[in-house]
């Protein structure tokens, strides 16, 4: 695992997090890594006691664990929530490089854009006129900020994102390379000739605090108003978001997702990998939408749909239940027509049937 | 709505559109907003008789509607064409910022390119060598232009975008952020030991008049000859075009749709989100293509088609309420096939018997 | 075809493939063309005897064919594989063009690089500190190497791509415009207070010689270990690949299709355009995945699997050929349940019964 972090006693990582080390508090961390990869150098985590066995059977020097669950002799740091845990370790033992202060001498910046003194700008990005950048945040190299954007603290721009005029972006967000933000909206209507006229787009996007956007995905802004993706939502690499959108707190895109024009997805709902969301429609607060599903109506707080057209969970499995016996149930329905004298042919000799039904 | 607009009179609006006004013609448009949410200084519009009570409801100040629509004491706009003329406010009202002419200091720019004296090239764009450049188009900041491009006259091209060698654009294109043109196509032959040998991708996109291309959408370059993108064709973000497509003229092709290679799309044809479509099939002129359909064979003109694989639209929706009925069409069989003795067991008490079906 | 190739004498690509001509080996080749756009002057190839009519309809001056396809009078390079001669030939005729060596004058390389002298970095190139460049390697305009990253020999790294610190990247391996190497993978665990917390994605990202990747396509660095793309891997434009993936070999990864996390892909498997992987389950070795598929559990070896939720091909076929007939099916057991008495209602005339069916 690149880099190699200094090693670090097991007890001082315990004490960081306000836990207990149950054995040796003076082993030192070397590593991080699942259980099944772990060597004697490595710390691991225990999620539950259901992975006790897989525990044991594991390389690990040491665990992060829930009490009472046997390790053998190795060291544990005793955690009610030990992948929390282990994350804020991970986080602890390799820092994110910071890179220097001040604009890079081959950034392009704006002379009226006003960063704070500790934000950092990198080699060969541009900030446009009247731009605003806030404390400790990074724009990493090749960014391209547009006029009157506005990033908070922070936050970190990675390379290749362009964030288009106007933009509003919060305190601790994350955007991944090639994100873009503020991109035109898709609206046309037709002329006097029937010609495709373009809408224009000139709403914004805003970004709230502690959001994070995955590389390539883009988000588009707002016809008139404003397309908003709300306080700690997180979204996933290569996803769509039309203008006017409105991401609620908290929720969770996955990757390839789609959102047309007007969705409003509510307060910690969560959308699996390429979902697809027709416009204009509500996916509620605490929803659950399974990966692939095609949205064409609201979802109720809290309901959670699968397929395309989206279904109920439980129907949706009956449904993909259903579907797998459908070629048998249709020959079962043909000899129930040939035993009531509704069917006169009989199955070629040699074919399973299926093929012949054709003709019915 | 940022940023806010010089306020203008309605009458001198309606008559830049050739309209006439009803009702008071100095109302000052500070802004525009959809009925539902437009403010008392905003103008909104009505598209037609039908949200004549949604027009009453608004708060909007004026509106642009057509004849004869109720909007109570405030001035209208009269209309045939609400929509387009509304859309013809914002641009007056909105109009896109213009860079300064001529190439920024730091922009890198070849010194054969040949640029229109009335062009504007951002900070950090690379313009190749060869590269032409027309009147009045933005080249934005960061894109880059590889050799013997060539883009015509009023055109955007926004920052990250990446023209590949020998790419032609037309007149009054736009390209959103990060869009791709010209990428290598995606083809391989096996080689005497059984490896991927790459086919050489050696010919080139071209781009006609009005089109628009969406953030991180990618068209690739031709095999031999040319990948075509038709005049006035519109694409959405994050569409794949694959080598050797031929868009056609007005077109329409949503979000996430992605064209396997000599994908050919007719006149004014229409593809919705996350549509996929096979290699070297027609879709029609004129045709339809519901959001998510999966197209492995011709759409005919005209056509309208959805599901994955497609089918005729009526054909579809009667296979998606068959589908949904299913399950309780698999019990009625079982039901019929206990009542003429072709099946012993009974349902399971408290079963819904769907389950037990699988040993049938 | 731009750019037009130098006329070349057939005997002399005969020559250098190794192969023989029949006819006429002064022809001179003045472009490729695939057999029905093929003029007089250009050369085009026949891939097997299935192809002979299309050969002779061919407007072509020459051709690529297998022994004993009838050309009529115009001269044949005689090749066992024509379609990979031909790939030979276009890589013979349309050499890439290949910039100057060293790095441009603009581009942006930090002081401790290490830059093969044959290397070339373009302008607006960002390269970190501590990065590794190989022979011969082009690393385009505007892409930026964070640091640590390190790259072999003979690579092209398109304009815009994006590599985060530490990634390494082997031999001849093409990363095409946009592809975005390394971003942060997608994991949260839920905090004390149930907000969702960041996983570190402290791992890196492997990519392994010979590999090409399409633009756009982004590709997470592991959590803790590595995201793998093993030797002469292909991945087309707009592909997701998550945190923890590996991908096989020679395996071959269509457009817009999306890897969750730690998915591992066999040795040359093929995904087809627009498949979904749930994660952590293997794709087997030689397995071949229909496009559009929605993989929730694991392929075997060799298996060939199409539809969301996968089926083995066969059942596929069957299931959606089942599904075609299932309204008339309904129809047919409504049938039967008034021949047995087991339903009363009619059918409403000028129905056809399907809509009636929601009341039994």
């Given at each position: 695992m690149?880099?190699?972090?200094?090693?670090?006693?097991?007890?001082?990582?315990?004490?960081?997090?306000?836990?207990?080390?149950?054995g040796?508090?003076?082993?030192?961390?070397?590593?991080?890594?699942p259980?099944?990869?772990?060597?004697?150098?490595?710390?691991?985590?225990v999620?539950?006691?259901?992975?006790?066995?897989?525990?044991?059977?594991?390389?690990?020097?040491?665990f992060?664990?829930?009490d009472?669950?046997?390790c053998g002799?190795?060291?544990?740091?005793?955690?009610?929530?030990?992948?929390?845990?282990?994350?804020?370790?991970?986080?602890?033992?390799?820092?994110r490089?910071?890179?220097?202060?001040?604009?890079?001498?081959?950034?392009?910046?704006?002379p009226?854009?006003?960063?704070?003194?500790?934000?950092?700008i990198?080699?060969?990005?541009v900030?446009?006129?009247?731009?605003?950048?806030?404390?400790?945040?990074?724009?990493?190299?090749?960014?391209?900020l547009?006029?009157?954007?506005?990033?908070?603290?922070?936050?970190?721009?990675?390379?290749?994102?362009?964030?288009r005029?106007?933009?509003?972006?919060?305190?601790?967000?994350?955007?991944?390379?090639?994100?873009v933000?503020?991109?035109d909206?898709?609206?046309?209507?037709?002329?006097?000739?029937?010609?495709?006229y373009?809408?224009?787009?000139?709403?914004?996007?805003?970004?709230?605090?502690?959001?994070?956007?995955?590389a390539?995905?883009?988000?588009?802004?707002?016809?008139?108003?404003?397309?908003?993706?709300?306080?700690?939502a997180?979204?996933?690499?290569?996803?769509?978001?039309?203008?006017?959108?409105?991401?609620?707190?908290?929720?969770?895109?996955?990757?390839?997702?789609?959102?047309?024009?007007?969705?409003?997805?509510?307060?910690?709902?969560?959308?699996?990998?390429?979902?697809?969301?027709a416009?204009?429609?509500?996916?509620?607060?605490?929803?659950?939408?399974?990966?692939?599903?095609?949205?064409?109506?609201?979802?109720?707080?809290?309901?959670?749909?699968?397929?395309?057209?989206?279904?109920?969970?439980?129907?949706?499995?009956?449904?993909?239940?259903?579907?797998?016996?459908?070629?048998?149930?249709?020959?079962?329905?043909?000899?129930?027509?040939?035993?009531l004298?509704?069917?006169?042919?009989?199955?070629?000799?040699?074919?399973?049937?299926?093929?012949?039904?054709?003709?019915?």
């Open positions: 690149p880099p190699a972090p200094t090693p670090t006693r097991l007890s001082e990582l315990a004490s960081e997090l306000g836990r207990q080390v149950r040796d508090g003076s082993f030192r961390v070397a590593g991080l890594a259980l099944e990869s772990a060597g004697p150098h490595d710390l691991s985590f999620r539950s006691a259901d992975h006790a066995s897989a525990a044991a059977a594991s390389g690990a020097g040491a992060v664990a829930p009472g669950v046997d002799a190795r060291p544990v740091i005793v955690s009610p929530q030990p992948a929390l845990d282990f994350a804020r370790v991970a986080e602890r033992l390799f820092p490089p910071v890179p220097p202060r001040g604009a890079h001498p081959q950034a392009l910046v704006a009226d854009a006003k960063l704070d003194s500790t934000a950092s990198g080699a060969g990005a900030v446009g006129a009247g731009v605003r950048v806030g404390a400790r945040t990074v724009v990493h190299a090749n960014a391209t547009y006029p009157d954007v506005e990033v908070g603290a922070d936050c970190e721009i990675h390379a290749g994102v362009v964030l005029e106007g933009t509003r972006v919060g305190d601790r967000v994350r955007l991944h390379p090639g994100v933000i503020g991109g909206g898709f609206g046309y209507v037709s002329d006097e000739h029937g010609e495709l373009k809408v224009p787009q000139v709403g914004r996007v805003v970004i709230e605090d502690d959001v994070e956007i995955g390539n995905t883009t988000v588009d802004r707002a016809t008139l108003a404003e397309t908003r993706i709300r306080r700690g997180k979204i996933d690499n290569l996803v769509q978001v039309a203008h006017n959108c409105d991401i609620g707190e908290g929720a969770v895109v996955v990757g390839q997702t789609g959102l047309s024009g007007g969705t409003v997805i509510g307060r910690r709902a969560a959308l699996m990998a390429q979902v697809g969301s416009g204009h429609l509500r996916v509620g607060d605490g929803a659950f939408v399974g990966a692939r599903a095609g949205l064409h109506k609201d979802v109720a707080d809290g309901a959670r749909v699968w397929g395309s057209p989206q279904m109920e969970e439980r129907a949706w499995h009956r449904s993909v239940a259903a579907l797998a016996r459908l070629p048998d149930a249709l020959r079962r329905l043909r000899a129930v027509e040939r035993a004298g509704l069917r006169r042919e009989k199955p070629t000799p040699g074919s399973d049937g299926a093929e012949s039904d054709g003709e019915s």
